[in-house]
């Protein structure tokens, strides 16, 4: 089993729709966790971290549930710009290590 | 300029050819990091550095070696390129809170044949 298990998709939406990615992640001791993006062959960019109560910047909302080990993305009012990559991490234990998913791929459609 | 930058971008090369990639950094950060991307993998770490005199394994480390030559300089070598090491490497960088973001480097497009 992965440590961190992301659906790939493709996800393909319209513009202006709203859009929910999952993520879960087997260690139970991670410490921390974010969103990054990627675009097409391009390096992966943070997106934003993802905090124990919650967070919200702009169109984007973050949770996390420790009970379940799960990590949501939430969009909002999606542009055609938000097409690309999003890559669940988990930062384990203390070493400093990030662990990446695989990728959900976003598709936003006209 | 951009803060993490890596050489070459794109490399071909053959089976059983010694290859190394280079890393640098503007941001002053301690750690550094080489990362492989493969499709339907992820991002896997293959070696990570916490500071100059500091060099641990990542995940998928063999067949690789690193040298971290001073705090903005992290290499990575490929003693022996083999096909399956085909594949985009990132270096990254990050600095030394829990929370620190990594930032990447525009990524290394590697072909063995």
């Known amino acids: 089993r992965k440590e961190v298990e992301q659906d790939p998709g493709p996800f393909n939406v319209p513009e202006g729709a709203t859009v929910a990615f999952n993520c879960t992640y087997s260690?139970?001791?991670?410490?921390?966790f974010f969103w990054y993006r990627q675009d097409c062959r391009k390096e992966p960019k943070l997106l934003m971290s993802?905090?124990?109560s919650g967070n919200e910047d702009g169109r984007f909302t973050a949770q996390l549930n420790r009970a379940s080990q799960y990590i949501s993305l939430l969009i909002r009012d999606s542009k055609l710009s938000d097409s690309a990559t999003y890559l669940c991490?988990?930062?384990?234990?203390?070493?400093?290590?990030?662990?990446f998913g695989q990728g959900t791929t976003l598709q936003v459609k006209p | 300029d951009a803060d993490v930058t890596q050489t070459p971008r794109n490399r071909i090369t053959k089976t059983g050819k010694r290859i190394m990639l280079e890393c640098s950094q503007t941001?002053?950060?301690?750690?550094m990091y080489w990362y492989r991307q493969d499709p339907g993998l992820g991002l896997r770490l293959i070696y990570y550095s916490f500071d100059v005199k500091d060099i641990n394994k990542g995940e998928i480390s063999d067949g690789y070696s690193v040298s971290r030559q001073a705090q903005a300089k992290f290499s990575l070598s490929l003693e022996s390129a083999i096909p399956n090491q085909t594949a985009l490497y990132f270096c990254a960088t990050s600095g030394t809170g829990r929370a620190d973001e990594q930032f990447f480097g525009p990524g290394t497009r590697l072909t063995v044949l």
């Open positions: 991490v988990v930062r384990s234990g203390n070493t400093g290590k990030l662990i």
């Open positions: 993802v905090y124990s």
């Open positions: 260690n139970s001791a991670s410490q921390s």
């Open positions: 941001k002053g950060h301690d750690r």
